[in-house]
C-alpha cells in the first residue's frame, strides 16, 4: 500500500491495512514527519509500516518517469498542447495592446479620441489581458509546485524503494493519484496487480482550482487509471462521476467507515458536559479548512437558542481555526453557546464523539469531491451513537436516509438550519429515535468490516474469484 503522506495521517489506510494483514504480507509506504519523529519502519496490528524521508524532487523528475508508460514525444506534444498556445495567445494580445497604444501616443488621432479610446476600450483590454496572462502563470506555478512536492517525490522514493525489494509484490495498492505512477510502473515491470483507490476526485479536489490544472492532472489521471486492474473509491455517486469522466467499464465503491469495536463506553463527566451544562450538545469534529461550512455553521448558530443549545467545534489549531474563533467572538458567541476544543488524535475521534448528543457535517456543496464525499466524521458519528444533521450531500444524505438517523438543511439559507436545530431541540423522542438507529446501522451495515470486502476482493486476478473471494467474503462481516 502506497501513500504520499505520514500512512497515519488517513485513517482508511490504517483500516485496509489492518483488515488485510489477515490474509496478506502488507507493507505500508509512506513518508515521514517533516521533523523524522515517526520511526522509520514498525510493525503494527500485524502490518509493516516504512517511513521515507521527504525531499522535494523536480517536476520534470515525475514527468520524465511519465515516458516509461507513454513514448517521449507524445509526451512533449500533451505538454505543448496544454501550455504553449496559451501562453503565445497571451503574449500576442499584450503586443498587439502595446502598439495600438504607442501608435495612438504618437498623436495619429486626436487627443480627444486618445483619452476616449484609452479610458474605456484600450486600458480594459490591456488589464484583462494581463490579469488573464497573470492567471495562466500562477496555474502553471501551481502545477509545478504540486508536482515537485507531492507527485514526484511520491514516484522517485517509492519506486526506488520497490525495485530495491527482495521480493517484489504480487498487489500494490495506491492511495490517491500522486502514486499512481508507482503502481503502473511495477505493474509494466514485475507484472504484479495494481489496485487504484481514490480517495477523492483529484483533478477537481480544489476548491480554487481553474480548467488548466484540471485538464492537465484529468489527463494524468486519465493516462495512468486506464493501466490499472480496478479502480475503487469511497461511495457509488463518485465511482459514478470518474467512470463517466473517464469512460470506464466499472468503478467500484468502498465507504470510509470505521470498523466495528463494539457499543461506545459514554465518558461519565466530559469537559462538554460541564460547559454545556444540560443543554444539547452539537459537535463538529474535524479540520478546519475553506469549504467545510463552518463559517456558515457559526453563522447560523447565532439564530439558536442558546439556554438549549451549545455547538462545539474541536480540530487542530491552524489559521482557519483561529478564524472561526474571532468570529464566534465577533457574534458574541465565544465560549457563551459556541466552545472549541482541543484536537484528539485518530484512535480518539469515535470515543470523544461519545460526549455529544449530535453531529454535525457542514461541507458546502461546492465542487464535486464535497458533493460526492463520504467524510470520515459520517461513520465517527454513527459509530458513536449520534443523531446527525448535515448539509444537502448527496451520499451523505443517502447513508442518514437508509439509517433514519439524521435530519437535513441548505448552507445556502441558514434559516433551515436554524429550523433543523430547533427541530431537535423540540422533539426528544426523534433524537433518542435517531441515536439508536445510528448505532444500529452502524453495528449491522455501515462498517470496515462489511466495506472492506468489497475492496479485497479486487486484490485477486480474476480466475481465481471463485475460491479465494468467496472464502474472503464469508468472513464475519461484524466481530
Not at 114 to 142: A, C, D, K, N
Not at 195 to 223: C, K, N, Q, V
Request: hydrophobic fraction near 45%.
Amino acid at each position: 500500500m502506497v501513500c504520499a503522506h505520514e500512512p497515519n495521517l488517513d485513517p482508511r489506510i490504517r483500516w485496509e491495512a489492518e483488515a488485510a494483514a489477515a490474509r496478506f504480507d502488507v507493507t505500508v509506504l509512506g513518508f515521514n514527519r517533516a521533523d523524522g519523529s515517526c520511526k522509520a519502519s514498525e510493525v503494527r496490528n500485524g502490518y509493516k509500516i516504512v517511513r521515507l524521508p521527504h525531499q522535494e524532487i523536480s517536476a520534470l523528475y515525475y514527468l520524465w518517469r511519465l515516458t516509461d508508460i507513454i513514448p517521449y514525444r507524445p509526451l512533449l506534444l500533451l505538454l505543448g498542447l496544454a501550455f504553449v498556445p496559451l501562453l503565445v495567445i497571451a503574449e500576442i494580445l499584450v503586443r498587439i495592446a502595446r502598439k495600438v497604444v504607442r501608435d495612438i501616443s504618437r498623436g495619429t488621432i486626436s487627443f480627444v479620441s486618445r483619452s476616449v479610446i484609452l479610458s474605456l476600450v484600450l486600458r480594459p483590454i490591456r488589464t484583462r489581458v494581463g490579469g488573464i496572462r497573470g492567471l495562466l502563470l500562477t496555474r502553471i506555478h501551481f502545477i509545478l509546485a504540486v508536482l515537485r512536492v507531492q507527485f514526484a517525490p511520491a514516484a522517485s522514493s517509492f519506486w526506488n524503494y520497490l525495485r530495491e525489494m527482495p521480493d517484489k509484490p504480487d498487489v500494490v495498492h495506491c492511495n490517491d493519484l500522486d502514486t499512481l505512477l508507482v503502481g503502473v510502473l511495477a505493474k509494466r515491470l514485475y507484472g504484479c496487480r495494481v489496485i487504484f483507490d481514490a480517495h477523492e476526485f483529484y483533478p477537481r479536489s480544489d476548491p480554487t482550482g481553474r480548467w488548466i490544472d484540471i485538464t492537465f492532472f484529468s489527463g494524468i489521471e486519465r493516462l495512468l487509471i486506464r493501466k490499472v486492474d480496478a479502480v475503487v473509491t469511497v461511495n457509488p455517486p463518485l465511482a459514478d462521476a470518474i467512470r463517466t469522466a473517464y469512460k470506464l467499464k466499472q468503478v467500484h465503491s468502498a465507504a470510509n467507515a470505521e470498523p466495528w469495536a463494539g457499543p461506545p463506553v459514554r465518558r461519565t463527566i466530559s469537559k462538554m458536559d460541564q460547559l454545556a451544562d444540560g443543554r444539547c450538545k452539537f459537535l463538529f469534529q474535524g479540520r478546519f479548512t475553506p469549504g467545510r461550512g463552518i463559517e456558515e455553521l457559526i453563522q447560523g448558530w447565532s439564530g439558536v437558542d442558546g439556554e438549549r443549545a451549545a455547538l462545539f467545534l474541536r480540530g487542530p489549531d491552524n489559521m482557519w481555526r483561529q478564524g472561526a474563533i474571532a468570529m464566534a467572538g465577533d457574534l458574541g458567541l465565544l465560549d457563551r453557546s459556541v466552545y472549541f476544543l482541543d484536537a484528539v488524535t485518530e484512535d480518539e475521534l469515535v470515543s470523544a464523539a461519545t460526549e455529544a448528543d449530535v453531529g454535525i457535517i457542514p461541507y458546502r456543496p461546492l465542487i464535486i469531491n464535497d458533493r460526492l464525499s463520504c467524510p470520515n466524521k459520517l461513520s465517527q458519528y454513527l459509530h458513536a451513537g449520534l443523531m446527525v444533521i448535515a448539509n444537502n450531500l448527496t451520499y451523505v444524505k443517502a447513508v442518514l436516509t437508509e439509517a433514519d438517523a439524521g435530519v437535513f438543511y441548505d448552507s445556502a439559507q441558514l434559516s433551515t438550519f436554524v429550523d433543523a436545530v430547533h427541530r431537535i431541540l423540540n422533539d426528544p423522542e426523534l433524537l433518542r429515535r435517531c441515536q439508536e438507529n445510528a448505532l444500529y446501522y452502524a453495528r449491522e451495515r455501515f462498517n470496515w468490516q462489511v466495506e472492506g470486502e468489497k475492496l479485497y476482493a479486487l486484490y485477486y486476478p480474476p480466475r481465481y474469484a471463485g475460491e479465494e473471494v468467496s472464502s474472503a467474503i464469508a468472513q464475519p462481516a461484524i466481530s
